[in-house]
């Protein structure tokens, strides 16, 4: 099974801040990783697929990187409403897994 | 509009069975692996399960194996979880999700597995 880790386990910025999640795998997995926000009690929404592609309606200031076993999630200008916890999610095979998350709050 | 809405959650005994339903709408269901994810109270997400488009290839992650069966019916654009067996240490809100890469999630069912 492919053993996902990120890092930090929590972060705590400013307004405008940039700030850097990165995912690592433990094989590789090409570029077949995706980026999810979720705030408290609400569902999982994806931000970015295929390592890089950010999906519709999701703000330019979120940005991923990366392939093989390191990703990165950037948000290059924090916002209030960026508040939440950040998981990655290996879709290279199956059983498929998520990283255990990185909690993001605002100073 | 692309729409998942979960179903049947609540509350069982350990040892109890629970069927969740999803229904699926705005797009072409019986095209789609579905799957499903849960999330313990506080904790972080875990894959359950996935299903192929015509059912015919299903994948579990290794807690639910033998205990868990998901199924679909493209007829009805909905997808299915059968959850036999029930341990404490399946209480989660369980969601379903489109596709193996989970672009769109439903709202969660709650299931709760307590004596």
């Known amino acids: 099974d492919i053993q996902m880790t990120q890092s930090p386990s929590s972060l705590s910025a400013s307004v405008g801040d940039r700030v850097t999640i990165t995912c690592r795998a433990s094989q590789g997995i090409r570029n077949d990783l995706g980026w999810y926000q979720q705030k408290p009690g609400k569902a999982p929404k994806r931000l970015i697929s295929a390592a890089s592609s950010l999906q519709s309606g999701v703000p330019s200031r979120f940005s991923g990187s990366g392939s093989g076993t390191e990703f990165t999630l950037t948000i290059s200008s924090l916002q209030p409403e960026d508040s939440a916890t950040y998981y990655c999610?290996?879709?290279?095979?199956?059983?498929?897994?998520f990283g255990p998350g990185t909690k993001v709050d605002i100073k | 509009e692309v729409q998942l809405v979960e179903s049947g959650g609540g509350l069982v005994q350990p040892g109890g069975s629970l069927r969740l339903s999803c229904a699926a709408s705005g797009f072409t269901f019986s095209t789609s692996w579905m799957s499903w994810v849960r999330q313990a109270p506080g904790k972080g997400l875990e894959w359950v399960a996935s299903?192929?488009?015509?059912?015919?290839?299903?994948y579990y992650v290794d807690s639910v194996r033998g205990r868990f069966t998901v199924s679909r019916d493209n007829a009805r654009n909905s997808l299915y979880l059968q959850m036999n067996s029930l341990r404490a240490e399946d209480t989660a809100v369980y969601y379903c999700a489109r596709y193996g890469t989970m672009d769109i999630w439903g709202q969660g069912t709650l299931v709760t597995v307590s004596s």
């Open positions: 999610l290996q879709n290279n095979s199956f059983p498929r897994t």
């Open positions: 299903i192929k488009q015509d059912g015919g290839d299903k």
